[in-house]
């Protein structure tokens, strides 16, 4: 098999198994008559879906042979910064909580396997532009939109999809602070990690 091939079937793979998982975990959600939209307000959800899109977008211009775009390497490495940032915050603060509803697969495909997979993407097939510092302001629109977006939706619904982003449970909106400078700071880290790898490291596929 060759890493044309490799690269294809494992992005169309993990695509589609990230995908099944979430509406697995959606439908479980509605069933026990969970909000709908406070589902697709849970930053994991949302960076796994555009995590899984990603890869099956990019894993079709590799089977058809389109070379990316500078926008399309940007938007993988946005996806792939999410993910990472997802395996971390999960592990550091998230690993001891109770899950409630989530099923042990699917926590185990959106908070282990595919922030893995996303960062053995990169690795394995990095951007073919040259990433400068300018694109990690890029990369930090989402998480910044994000929680922008959730603490105001949080103020108006009472609540929160994190206890650290919720001031009630983080120590008031100090604490709220505090892990929110934190976590930019994991992703800040985790950009620059990415772009200096991503122009390091050879590109294993050439279409």
């Known amino acids: 098999m060759t890493k044309r091939n490799v690269l294809i079937g494992g992005r169309f793979f993990f695509g589609l198994l990230t995908l099944v998982a ?8 509605l069933g026990m008559g969970y909000d709908f ?18 890869l099956l977008i990019s894993g079709y211009r ?42 042990p697969w ?16 990169w690795l394995f097939q990095p951007p073919r532009a040259t990433l400068r510092p300018k694109h990690i302001w ?19 619904v009472n609540w929160y999809p994190y206890w ?12 709220v602070v505090v892990f929110a400078v934190a976590i930019s700071v994991g992703f800040l880290l985790v950009s620059l990690a ?5 122009n390091k490291l050879k590109r294993q596929v050439d279409y």
């Open 106 to 121: 699917v926590n185990f495909v959106v908070h282990y396997l595919m922030p893995v997979v996303m960062v053995a993407d």
């Open 164 to 175: 650290f982003i919720d001031p009630a449970r983080a120590g008031g909106w100090g604490g």
């Open 194 to 198: 990415m772009l200096w790898l991503g």
């Open 22 to 29: 979430v509406g697995t975990q959606l439908t479980v959600h």
């Open 62 to 103: 590799v089977l058809v042979r389109k070379r990316p775009s500078e926008l399309d390497d940007v938007t993988r490495g946005t996806a792939t910064i999410a993910m990472a940032v997802v395996g971390l915050v999960f592990g550091a603060l998230l690993a001891g909580e109770d899950l409630g509803s989530l099923l």
């Open 37 to 54: 939209w406070n589902f697709f307000s849970y930053f994991t959800n949302l960076s796994n879906i555009f995590a899984a899109l990603v």
């Open 138 to 156: 890029y990369w930090l629109l989402y998480p910044i939109g994000y929680l922008v977006y959730s603490l105001i939706r949080g103020a108006f």
